[in-house]
Nanobody, 123 residues
Framework: QVQLVESGGGLVQAGGSLRLSCAAS????????MGWFRQAPGKEREFVAA????????LYADSVKGRFTISRDNAKNTVYLQMNSLKPEDTAIYYC????????????????WGQGTQVTVSS
């Protein structure tokens, strides 16, 4: 089992920045690809970003490319999502996810999910 706990959400004005963190406990963190997803009110959950086991490979949704950066610190069992130039349409609950396979992160068929953290961007 892997337990995931997100933090760092909040209210920010458009153009601002936030950094989300996801702390993992349980089995070896470095064995898992990690990802971030989000779900806005009335919409389906969508993929935001993914990172491979060692961090060499990353992938982003087109809507966040160039503004968001995913990273991980395997020594701290933590994955981050740096969000810059935030827009009102980035408002959503952001979820952290883990899986042994990078492709399953991208597909959204992850084995482990966090509870989510709310991000609200005001205009």
């Amino acid at each position: 089992q892997v337990q995931l706990v997100e933090s760092g959400g909040g209210l920010v004005q458009a153009g601002g920045s936030l950094r989300l963190s996801c702390a993992a406990s349980g089995r070896t963190f470095s064995s898992y690809a990690m990802g971030w997803f989000r779900q806005a009110p009335g919409k389906e959950r969508e993929f935001v970003a993914a990172i491979s086991l060692g961090g060499a490979r990353t992938l982003y949704a087109d809507s966040v490319k160039g503004r968001f950066t995913i990273s991980r610190d395997n020594a701290k069992n933590t994955v981050y999502l740096q969000m810059n130039s935030l827009k009102p349409e980035d408002t959503a609950i952001y979820y952290c996810a883990a899986d042994l396979q990078f492709k399953r992160i991208v597909a959204g068929t992850c084995d482990y999910w966090g509870q989510g953290t709310q991000v609200t961007v005001s205009s």
